[in-house]
């Protein structure tokens, strides 16, 4: 981490190649990517035309082919600078390249979105990418996700939001790190389970961690209204908003 790249950049390494694993370790976050899909798809089914669809953090492609399968008026631009990632979901998902409704950005976050024009995005989607920045970072994106959604716009993001109550926050992240152990330590992956506790130092860390009500504040600072918090499994949440 430095202040040239103020986002997590461990994705490049033996977690960005093993994603996948996180569906054994972590089975709220494919929960939560199957949540972001169904928010994204009923928005779209209540309109009439073609809906932008920008997905922040796309990785393996996990969330994005959830997107892709919810509503057939979409199109999705998946932005994701970790090319280990990017190229797994480009590989596992060439057949909605070809059919015109996938294009990438291997842009960062932040880079990607202040090259999209005003008002012009339908539906500005994430799962478990904000909580990787930096928090002045963090605090930027928002505003440029605000400034490129058309009015009524949405924003869906499923993701790592802290609980407020630091020691039940406390308490589900030693459940989490137990489920890590777990798994990782059955099939003989201390190598993986090495990345995802040092990855997790830095989800919790002060200049980091996402939690709650200072993020819901950040989003009505800049703008947001309709902000909700949806679901909630132990420190996973999916939260939403309007322009």
């Not at 939560?32 to 779209?44: D, F, T």
């Not at 596992?92 to 012009?120: I, T």
């Not at 802290?162 to 992240?173: E, G, K, M, P, Q």
């Amino acid at each position: 981490m430095t202040t040239d790249k103020p986002f997590d950049a461990m994705f490049s390494g033996v977690i960005g190649q093993e994603y996948q694993m996180l569906k054994l370790i972590c089975p709220f976050a494919t929960e939560m990517s199957r949540l972001v899909g169904e928010i994204v798809g009923a928005y779209c089914e209540r309109q009439n035309t073609q809906q932008t669809v920008v997905e922040l953090g796309g990785g393996t492609g996990i969330t994005t082919l959830a997107i892709l399968s919810a509503a057939d008026n979409l199109k999705v631009l998946s932005v994701d600078n970790e090319p280990i990632m990017q190229s797994q979901a480009q590989q596992s998902l060439r057949d909605w390249v070809a059919a015109d409704r996938l294009s990438f950005s291997s842009d960062d976050a932040l880079s990607a979105l202040q090259a999209l024009p005003s008002d012009s995005v339908d539906i500005l989607a994430s799962a478990y990418t904000l909580h990787n920045f930096h928090i002045d970072y963090r605090r930027q994106v928002l505003a440029e996700i605000y400034r490129v959604l058309k009015p009524g716009g949405q924003f869906v993001n499923g993701d790592r939001y802290a609980l407020d109550d630091i020691s039940v926050h406390t308490r589900s992240t030693q459940r989490e790190v137990g489920g890590y152990f777990k798994v990782l330590t059955e099939i003989n992956r201390l190598d993986l389970l090495e990345h995802w506790i040092v990855h997790l130092f830095n989800d919790e860390s002060e200049n980091h961690v996402m939690r709650e009500s200072v993020a819901l504040a950040q989003m009505a600072d800049v703008g947001f209204r309709e902000i909700e918090l949806q679901q909630r499994m132990e420190v996973n949440a999916l939260v939403t908003a309007i322009k």
